[in-house]
């Protein structure tokens, strides 16, 4: 079965400095993958998705992640990270179950950027 | 711009009470999903709609959960009666079903629901 994890469940770092968030997945066949940012008291937001082609992929508000097949990883990252930056970070798996696509999600990185 | 919309945004009831939360999808979708989020479960489908059918709701508890969708503009979760293990934030996403595994979902503020 397809699962994601993510590796931390909290990251704290300083504003400006470079940060990654991990994500694993597994699964079998060809993977669809995601990260969502999710502000507080808001719902998800999708930041990124790869598909296919390149394995570097950009998103919005400067992130990025690379697609690693052989390490079966899709790890977020951003060079320069701000305060507005602050939110829980999940990464999803597009998996077909019952006859439709649906996303797994892995359990969440919550990312705090101090001053 | 187009966006998930859902109401209400907090929930406060009484154990036992009947719950029911809106979500109106981006107009045009043709895919809603119920989502429950919660410290210790995270994300959890709760039920998938695909042109106003119920595809999966294996997610739900079927003894008090329902879902359903009178029309492409509106789908609801109902909640009777509730219990305070139902205490959650419940997100409806919609999305448009096109390319096989495109699958990005627009997710709405969510309800946050509080049970007594």
């Known amino acids: 079965a397809q699962s994601v994890t993510q590796l931390d469940s909290q990251v704290p770092v300083f504003e400006e400095a470079p940060v990654e968030l991990r994500c694993n997945y597994s699964?079998?066949?060809?993977?669809?993958l995601f990260w969502y940012v999710q502000y507080p008291n808001q719902g998800l937001q999708l930041l990124l998705k790869?598909?296919?082609?390149?394995?570097l992929v950009k998103g919005i508000n400067g992130f990025e992640a690379e697609f690693n097949k052989s390490q079966t990883s899709f790890h977020l990252r951003k060079p320069s990270v701000h305060i507005s930056d602050t939110a829980e970070y999940f990464c999803a798996v597009s998996v077909i179950s019952g006859g439709y696509n649906k996303l797994i999600f892995g359990a969440g990185t919550r990312l705090a950027v101090h001053p | 711009d187009a966006r998930v919309t859902q109401t209400p945004r907090h929930k406060v009831t009484e154990m036992g009470q009947e719950v029911t939360m809106r979500c109106q999808p981006i107009?045009?979708?043709?895919?809603v999903f119920w989502y429950r989020q919660t410290m210790m479960q995270g994300l959890e489908l709760l039920a998938y709609?695909?042109?106003?059918?119920?595809?999966?709701d294996s997610g739900m508890p079927k003894d008090r959960f329902s879902a359903e969708m009178p029309d492409a503009t509106l789908a609801t979760l109902k909640i009777q009666p509730s219990e305070p293990r139902d205490s959650a934030v419940y997100f409806c996403a919609s999305g448009l079903r096109g390319r096989a595994m495109d699958n990005e979902q627009f997710f709405g503020p969510g309800t946050r629901l509080t049970v007594l």
């Open positions: 699964s079998s066949v060809s993977v669809y």
């Open positions: 709609f695909r042109n106003r059918a119920p595809l999966d």
């Open positions: 790869y598909l296919s082609g390149s394995t």
């Open positions: 107009l045009g979708h043709n895919t």
